[in-house]
């Protein structure tokens, strides 16, 4: 007979902890993301019908360049993050699980970094 209670003999058991930090990760990145696809928005809209070399001289005033940077950074954070969510629910198989995770996150990185280039390429005049 043991004097334990029901929530001493559960405790420790279940979660691996790791849930709440991906929980405010995911809703940090949506949070960043509003202004950031709200100014993206308005810079495209008010170019409107610009020509290409309009556009690349707005994306080398740096300000500009840096926001795009952020956006790209976040956004295929906030993206990896949400489709970890989808494959750990609902991909059953441990190696299709294992390996969908690797390529999302790889998938992320490289895009990412891809985007952010080309930016420093467009923003140094390369």
Do not use: C
Request: aromatic content about 10%.
């Amino acid at each position: 007979m043991s004097l334990r209670t029901p929530l001493a003999r559960a405790h420790g058991l279940g979660s691996a902890q790791e849930g709440v930090g991906h929980w405010w990760h995911q809703r940090l990145t949506a949070i960043a993301l509003v202004p950031l696809i709200l100014w993206l928005g308005f810079s495209v809209a008010l170019m409107g019908t610009a020509d290409y070399y309009t556009v690349v001289g707005w994306l080398e005033h740096p300000v500009n360049a840096g926001l795009m940077i952020l956006t790209l950074a976040v956004a295929f954070w906030h993206g990896a993050l949400g489709l970890q969510v989808v494959i750990e629910d609902y991909v059953t198989t441990h190696w299709k699980k294992v390996t969908l995770l690797l390529l999302v996150q790889f998938a992320a990185v490289v895009l990412a970094l891809t985007g952010i280039l080309s930016v420093l390429l467009i923003l140094f005049g390369v």
